[in-house]
């Protein structure tokens, strides 16, 4: 291949997305604002201050003539404020001590983000000090600045105190205070201060848009718990999660949501924003109440090709009509699998922990829904399926929906219609107890379901287990001829604690996950690291995500593996460590035993919903507490695994009620109720 080929190979290659590990995020939902290390947002890649799904701002970047800015503090506070100090070397005293310093607090919130700069003098003489602040924007859409694409420069205006942009329905207006200089063609704002020893002076700048949201803020997020923990890491871990969870909230109707993550899916999705309510539910019932409404309110109620809408689905993200026509995808898209039955599930979880009784009562229309769906998407073979159909939505509509997720153990892919063993297992779990509480609220049921799922239970291990039953793995899925997908993945995880497997089965499963190619000490592969297409950074063959292996902690300790649970526990709160205890959305599948900790994925989001949500999820599944406010009964456990040391999460709530649980060193589990509580908690004994 001569060089001019090679040149022109690289030339026609699409844009590349633009990378996010090495930025720092400030997030206030539908508000965020994305920088560079230093705190600047320079044009190029993701930088900028957006609103819903339109980057208002690609350029906020404060300098000082005569000196460079050099970084000497930086800081994320909670999800949505950030600090950061500089020194100007160039200007005061000539000494190797630095004698001029700058200061930054931003704060983001939804509607627009302030940064307050302070500047001052140690030096012994007057310092006059010129500080500029360069603005500019190219108006974007999200998904095309996801695309890797770059728009036209949009010229700024003069406006009362600052600059303004727009472009149809877009604004943005930058004020400050004092008033500054303004440059508009270059979109510099200035300000000019003496500076005597020991003085500092403060500039407030403010950038505002009247563009309204789709969704706007829903916080607070959940009601807040303490943990408690001489491990700091767990602590650590659990206050940023809450913190980032309250950042990523949005509300529609009065309904709070999570937002899948940060920035790319700040907006409602099905299967994201379920998950996360329903690792939650322990902490605030309500967020999953308020979610599902949420949803049902969208719940599909005819049949549309273009969409992918059924009667009776749960959709898998809602775009602005901006944002869509910048996306392959149409403003609601209804390409997901999962999100239907887990609906179902969610519902259910929030029920036995408690949730209004009223609140539930009023979604079942929607659980028959779902339930009526299930029904007939698998009247063809009895499994519930998915294929695209629209040749320009998501080709796997499950959680991995990369297109190289579903592959064979020789690296071929997977041909649809394909059945993904997880969602078999989330539609049997919404079928058992979508019916139980229909009864119990006294519904009538729907026809032919309880049999449905007794039969779909007794084909399962038969035709997705692969191998002999003491050596074999669950198969990922079946393909379009009904033949097993037999690599193995971490999908099998979110099996357990379903009552789809029988009890051989399920301690198979528990082995598999404990295995080194699967846990890589970080927490879950997705992908066996002795596959041939594995990689360490591969999307969905050989990261690991948080949520993942939280649900699979959830499943491991519901059927009792608990010290397995714990082991994939430990290994996502060692991940955080590496990240200011922000889990991400996913990070490599490097091994422990190789590495301090993970490298990151360059585009992985942060903050994501159901990653902020995973350690809080692990630290409620690792105390092994059952919960059952309908029948009264709390319990747990009368020792746990030991592999997490001592820890207490405290304000967990069961209905209207507070319960703390302690796990001692030595693994004992004790919980307390509030005085004069109508539960009772009990103690099986043993493990």
């Given at each position: 291949?001569?060089?001019?080929?090679?040149?022109?190979?690289?030339?026609?290659?699409?844009?590349?997305?633009?990378?996010?590990?090495?930025?720092?995020?400030?997030?206030?939902?539908?508000?965020?604002?994305?920088?560079?290390?230093?705190?600047?947002?320079?044009?190029?890649?993701?930088?900028?201050?957006?609103?819903?799904?339109?980057?208002?701002?690609?350029?906020?970047?404060?300098?000082?003539?005569?000196?460079?800015?050099?970084?000497?503090?930086?800081?994320?506070?909670?999800?949505?404020?950030?600090?950061?100090?500089?020194?100007?070397?160039?200007?005061?005293?000539?000494?190797?001590?630095?004698?001029?310093?700058?200061?930054?607090?931003?704060?983001?919130?939804?509607?627009?983000?302030?940064?307050?700069?302070?500047?001052?003098?140690?030096?012994?003489?007057?310092?006059?000090?010129?500080?500029?602040?360069?603005?500019?924007?190219?108006?974007?859409?999200?998904?095309?600045?996801?695309?890797?694409?770059?728009?036209?420069?949009?010229?700024?205006?003069?406006?009362?105190?600052?600059?303004?942009?727009?472009?149809?329905?877009?604004?943005?207006?930058?004020?400050?205070?004092?008033?500054?200089?303004?440059?508009?063609?270059?979109?510099?704002?200035?300000?000019?201060?003496?500076?005597?020893?020991?003085?500092?002076?403060?500039?407030?700048?403010?950038?505002?848009?009247?563009?309204?949201?789709?969704?706007?803020?829903?916080?607070?997020?959940?009601?807040?718990?303490?943990?408690?923990?001489?491990?700091?890491?767990?602590?650590?871990?659990?206050?940023?999660?809450?913190?980032?969870?309250?950042?990523?909230?949005?509300?529609?109707?009065g309904d709070r949501f999570l937002a899948a993550g940060s920035p790319w899916y700040l907006t409602l999705f099905g299967r994201d924003s379920l998950w996360a309510a329903r690792m939650l539910i322990p902490v605030d019932a309500s967020l999953a109440?308020?979610?599902?409404?949420?949803?049902?309110?969208?719940?599909?109620?005819?049949?549309?090709?273009?969409?992918?809408?059924?009667?009776?689905?749960?959709?898998?993200?809602?775009?602005?009509?901006?944002?869509?026509?910048?996306?392959?995808?149409?403003?609601?898209?209804?390409?997901?699998?999962?999100?239907?039955?887990?609906?179902?599930?969610?519902?259910?979880?929030?029920?036995?922990?408690?949730?209004?009784?009223?609140?539930?009562?009023?979604?079942?229309?929607?659980?028959?829904?779902?339930?009526?769906?299930?029904?007939?998407?698998?009247?063809?073979?009895?499994?519930?399926?998915?294929?695209?159909?629209?040749?320009?939505?998501?080709?796997?509509?499950?959680?991995?929906?990369?297109?190289?997720?579903?592959?064979?153990?020789?690296?071929?892919?997977?041909?649809?219609?394909?059945?993904?063993?997880?969602?078999?297992?989330?539609?049997?779990?919404?079928?058992?107890?979508?019916?139980?509480?229909?009864?119990?609220?006294?519904?009538?049921?729907?026809?032919?379901?309880?049999?449905?799922?007794?039969?779909?239970?007794?084909?399962?291990?038969?035709?997705?287990?692969?191998?002999?039953?003491?050596?074999?793995?669950?198969?990922?899925?079946?393909?379009?001829?009904?033949?097993?997908?037999?690599?193995?993945?971490?999908?099998?995880?979110?099996?357990?604690?379903?009552?789809?497997?029988?009890?051989?089965?399920?301690?198979?499963?528990?082995?598999?996950?404990?295995?080194?190619?699967?846990?890589?000490?970080?927490?879950?592969?997705?992908?066996?690291?002795?596959?041939?297409?594995?990689?360490?950074?591969?999307?969905?063959?050989?990261?690991?995500?948080?949520?993942?292996?939280?649900?699979?902690?959830?499943?491991?300790?519901?059927?009792?593996?608990?010290?397995?649970?714990?082991?994939?526990?430990?290994?996502?709160?060692?991940?955080?460590?590496?990240?200011?205890?922000?889990?991400?959305?996913?990070?490599?599948?490097?091994?422990?035993?190789?590495?301090?900790?993970?490298?990151?994925?360059?585009?992985?989001?942060?903050?994501?919903?159901?990653?902020?949500?995973?350690?809080?999820?692990?630290?409620?599944?690792?105390?092994?507490?059952?919960?059952?406010?309908?029948?009264?009964?709390?319990?747990?456990?009368?020792?746990?695994?030991?592999?997490?040391?001592?820890?207490?999460?405290?304000?967990?709530?069961?209905?209207?009620?507070?319960?703390?649980?302690?796990?001692?060193?030595?693994?004992?589990?004790?919980?307390?109720?509030?005085?004069?509580?109508?539960?009772?908690?009990?103690?099986?004994?043993?493990?």
């Amino acid at each position: 291949m001569t060089e001019s080929t090679q040149h022109s190979e690289f030339e026609t290659r699409p844009p590349l997305q633009p990378l996010l590990h090495d930025l720092v995020s400030c997030v206030a939902a539908p508000g965020l604002l994305l920088a560079a290390a230093d705190g600047q947002v320079r044009p190029g890649g993701v930088s900028g201050w957006y609103v819903g799904d339109s980057r208002l701002l690609d350029t906020l970047e404060i300098a000082v003539d005569g000196s460079e800015l050099d970084l000497v503090r930086s800081a994320t506070i909670g999800a949505e404020r950030q600090e950061f100090s500089y020194v100007a070397r160039g200007l005061g005293d000539p000494l190797p001590d630095p004698t001029v310093r700058l200061d930054r607090f931003r704060t983001v919130s939804g509607d627009h983000v302030e940064e307050r700069v302070v500047v001052a003098s140690a030096a012994q003489e007057p310092v006059d000090v010129v500080v500029r602040l360069s603005a500019g924007t190219d108006l974007l859409a999200m998904p095309a600045v996801k695309g890797g694409t770059s728009g036209p420069r949009v010229p700024a205006h003069p406006a009362e105190g600052g600059l303004r942009w727009a472009d149809g329905d877009l604004e943005a207006v930058l004020s400050a205070e004092p008033a500054p200089e303004v440059d508009a063609g270059r979109g510099v704002l200035a300000w000019r201060f003496r500076l005597e020893r020991g003085d500092s002076r403060e500039v407030v700048v403010t950038a505002r848009t009247a563009t309204e949201p789709q969704f706007p803020a829903g916080r607070p997020a959940v009601r807040s718990i303490a943990v408690e923990a001489p491990d700091i890491r767990l602590r650590r871990t659990a206050e940023q999660s809450l913190a980032d969870l309250d950042g990523l909230a949005l509300a529609d109707d009065g309904d709070r949501f999570l937002a899948a993550g940060s920035p790319w899916y700040l907006t409602l999705f099905g299967r994201d924003s379920l998950w996360a309510a329903r690792m939650l539910i322990p902490v605030d019932a309500s967020l999953a109440l308020s979610t599902l409404r949420v949803l049902a309110r969208r719940q599909g109620t005819r049949d549309d090709p273009a969409t992918e809408e059924q009667p009776g689905k749960i959709l898998h993200e809602v775009r602005s009509a901006r944002a869509a026509a910048a996306h392959s995808l149409p403003p609601v898209y209804y390409g997901t699998v999962d999100a239907t039955p887990l609906f179902v599930c969610t519902l259910a979880d929030a029920h036995v922990w408690g949730a209004d009784p009223d609140q539930v009562r009023a979604l079942l229309p929607a659980v028959r829904g779902c339930l009526t769906w299930q029904l007939a998407q698998s009247a063809d073979t009895g499994w519930l399926r998915y294929v695209d159909h629209t040749g320009s939505g998501l080709a796997n509509q499950g959680w991995k929906d990369s297109h190289d997720s579903v592959q064979f153990a020789d690296g071929r892919l997977a041909d649809p219609p394909i059945a993904l063993c997880e969602v078999q297992a989330y539609a049997y779990d919404a079928a058992v107890r979508g019916a139980a509480l229909l009864e119990a609220f006294g519904e009538e049921p729907v026809p032919g379901l309880v049999e449905w799922a007794a039969d779909l239970r007794s084909r399962f291990t038969r035709e997705f287990w692969v191998g002999s039953p003491s050596e074999g793995h669950v198969a990922i899925a079946l393909d379009r001829d009904g033949r097993p997908v037999d690599s193995v993945t971490s999908n099998m995880g979110h099996l357990l604690g379903t009552g789809l497997l029988d009890g051989g089965a399920t301690s198979r499963v528990a082995s598999v996950l404990a295995d080194g190619r699967l846990d890589s000490g970080f927490g879950l592969r997705t992908l066996a690291s002795d596959s041939p297409r594995f990689s360490r950074l591969s999307y969905h063959g050989g990261t690991v995500w948080p949520h993942d292996t939280a649900i699979a902690i959830r499943g491991l300790a519901a059927d009792g593996h608990l010290d397995e649970a714990a082991s994939l526990a430990r290994g996502l709160f060692v991940a955080a460590e590496a990240v200011d205890y922000r889990l991400p959305e996913l990070y490599a599948g490097d091994a422990a035993a190789d590495v301090p900790f993970p490298a990151a994925y360059p585009a992985s989001c942060r903050p994501q919903a159901w990653s902020a949500a995973a350690p809080l999820a692990a630290l409620v599944a690792i105390t092994g507490l059952r919960v059952d406010v309908p029948a009264g009964t709390v319990t747990h456990p009368a020792r746990t695994s030991t592999l997490l040391g001592a820890f207490s999460l405290r304000g967990l709530r069961v209905g209207a009620e507070c319960l703390d649980v302690h796990v001692a060193a030595d693994g004992e589990v004790r919980v307390e109720l509030e005085s004069g509580s109508a539960l009772t908690v009990s103690d099986p004994g043993g493990r």
